[in-house]
């Protein structure tokens, strides 16, 4: 098996040195993940994994919604294809709640598997509106992911650390970390998990802004779900008011800190 850290990464012209040492970390990060979780015997290599399956030539499947986790991820596996013969397969599940921004993610993701040369597909999870809209979307996604698993493939999802920062505040603020006895562990206090039987996560060491600056330097282009800048839905609430809200006051202390720092300095040299 190669070693990653040797491997030849594709990088655009004019990258700097900084912006490739970050995008180096970041692949090798997600393929030793692969090489620790998925492939758990250090002697096993992918060929060898195969065999277990033969029937499935493309084991590794990224579920992608276009968005930009998921498009980062995908690309990501791009870049650990031409590095290793590892084959990777794109689904897109289309619940058809929007219509047309769901034509133009398909559109979209069909361009980018075939410009990266790896496999598309899309899953029907046909969601009808209503209340519990999020759930019972979530569920019809679990159940394609299910029958994915049982056909004997990996499930890659691009949740980040801060989709688990989001989650931790969500359960949190919903006091589901607080039984009647009140008496909870650190261990029970968790938001996703990392790994999920045969899901896997391998973006969770890493925040929205590392997949921000890895899209920056590839100049790579994503889909925007407009259902995400609504607040009414508890998650965005958190992901575009309260985290922010938070942000900023951090740094208004952080800034704040610094100056008191100076003047104690100052005051010092007096």
Known sequence: ???????????????????????????VSVKDFIRKTVITDPSENFDMLLKKNPSILNPFVVSCSGGIDSTCLLHICFQIATIDSYKF??????????PEENKNEI???????????????????????????QERARKIRQ????????????????????????TLLMRT??????????????REIHGIPVISGCIYRPLMNHTRKDIERYMKVFNLSWCEDSSNS????????????????????KNKMVSRNKKDDVGIIKERRV
């Open 1 to 27: 098996m190669k070693r990653t850290d040797k491997a030849p990464i594709q990088y655009p012209e004019g990258t700097t040195a900084s912006d490739r040492r970050f995008v180096r970390n970041m692949i």
């Open 89 to 98: 397969r794109c689904v897109y599940i289309n619940h058809g709640l929007r």
């Open 107 to 133: 559109q979209f993701l069909k361009l980018f598997s075939k410009n990266i040369g790896i496999d598309f597909d899309i899953f029907d999870g046909k969601t009808e509106k209503g209340s519990g809209l």
């Open 143 to 166: 159940e394609i992911y299910n029958k994915l698993i049982e056909d004997g493939y990996y499930l890659f999802l691009a949740h980040t650390k801060s989709d688990d920062i989001e």
């Open 173 to 186: 603020l919903q006091g589901k970390f607080f039984p009647k006895d009140y008496e909870v562990e650190a």
């Open 230 to 249: 609504s607040t009414d839905y508890f998650r965005n609430h958190i992901r575009n008011v309260l985290l922010p809200s938070y942000e900023e006051w």
